[in-house]
């Protein structure tokens, strides 16, 4: 019957596959920079957050708490690398489908190959060798380490596993910086190193969100009383809001370098879809950057003064409510990133020939 047909015609078609193609494209780089940020930002988050925090919280009951909160770091950081794989398969498909696209059609080893000699996917293929090995030293070994000896009598974990951590976290993040807008720059130099330092705080920045709204919880989730969430919460947040101060003023330096480097003129901002997006993404910014000077300024003193007077039910419910505010932006930015870096910028530099479509989804 013809009311079951679907019909439509070869423009539509197009128009269709391209609408398509960028949403599949964004959803694929917002899960990566969303787990590229959890898998780097857990380094200085432990380091300088809850380690310091758990090493004053001592006895069995912290014990347990101190396990429950390891097993969810392990849970977050197996998942990001989980995500991370897939997507980026994901991401080297749709690339070889667009190649496929622009031959006869057919998706053979020849259109995977082609996207090897693109810059996108030779550093998208990067991220293979680099999740494994990310995943030889993490995987059961997070849960175990990462708050062994902060308030315990277990070894803490050694430098070298720290550092080959690190090291092998911001190779992944600067995977994005040069598959992408910041690589076709001018001056490139100062553009990759701006977007590397625009990446890397941001991860810090995400990953606070993250810990504190969803895995610092499980402290005091048994006991579920206010002295015990006070005597985590207060700490965390006072050391996260110092953290947060740095890597807030570092995001909005190099955000404002990435718009002169990337951005023709003003008026682009209102005439672009890449200006209009980027715009759309400063105003989030700025929503996050008030909510949390609440948490700097109010909600920190509040919970500083109530772990001393033992009275802090008010003011940790309040910080739930503005730190799960301060998630879902966060979601959102990373979204809006997603968009972005699939749009055209509008300031003109020569793009070399093996940089691929930035559209195809190379990162920005």
């Not at 857990?42 to 090493?55: G, K, Q």
């Not at 293979?128 to 000896?149: D, K, N, Q, T, W």
């Not at 003023?249 to 672009?272: E, P, R, Y």
């Not at 009275?311 to 503005?322: D, I, L, Q, W």
Request: charged letters at 15%; aromatic letters at 10%.
């Amino acid at each position: 019957m013809d009311i079951f047909r679907f019909s439509q015609s070869p423009s539509d078609l197009a128009a269709f596959e391209d609408t398509f193609r960028f949403a599949a494209f964004t959803c694929v780089r917002f899960a990566a920079f969303s787990a590229h940020a959890i898998i780097f930002g857990f380094i200085p988050l432990s380091l300088l957050v809850l380690r310091p925090v758990f090493s004053t919280l001592r006895g069995e009951r912290w014990a347990r708490a101190r396990s429950r909160v390891a097993a969810r770091c392990e849970g977050m950081i197996q998942s990001a690398l989980i995500a991370s794989a897939v997507v980026t398969l994901v991401a080297v498909v749709l690339q070889a489908v667009l190649i496929a696209e622009s031959g006869d059609g057919s998706l053979t080893s020849d259109s995977f190959m082609g996207t090897l000699e693109t810059t996108f996917g030779q550093w998208y293929f990067i991220r293979f060798p680099l999740l494994g090995a990310l995943a030889v030293i993490l995987s059961g070994r997070v849960g175990m380490s990462i708050l062994a000896g902060a308030g315990d009598e277990r070894p803490t974990p050694t430098k070298l596993w720290w550092g080959a951590w690190a090291t092998l976290a911001g190779l992944l993040l600067l995977t994005s910086t040069f598959s992408g807008h910041a690589a076709v720059a001018s001056p490139r130099f100062v553009s990759l190193v701006n977007d590397a330092l625009h990446l890397m705080s941001g991860a810090v920045w995400f990953t606070g969100i993250v810990v504190l709204a969803l895995v610092l919880p499980d402290a005091w989730r048994q006991s579920g009383s206010d002295t015990d969430r006070l005597q985590v919460l207060a700490p965390a947040v006072l050391r996260f809001s110092t953290l947060a101060a740095v890597t807030i003023t570092i995001l909005a330096i190099t955000g404002t370098l990435n718009s002169f480097l990337h951005v023709g003129a003003f008026n682009d901002l209102i005439d672009s879809g890449y200006g209009r997006t980027l715009a759309i993404k400063i105003v989030l910014f700025l929503v996050v950057l008030a909510l949390g000077g609440v948490n700097h300024f109010i909600i920190k003193d509040r919970l500083d003064r109530a772990l001393k007077s033992e009275e802090g039910g008010e003011s940790a419910r309040v910080f739930r409510k503005t730190i799960a505010a301060e998630l879902v932006l966060a979601l959102v930015v990373m979204g809006v990133t997603g968009i972005l870096v699939g749009l055209g910028r509008t300031k003109e530099t020569p793009v070399p020939a093996d940089t691929g479509s930035v559209t195809s989804g190379s990162k920005s």
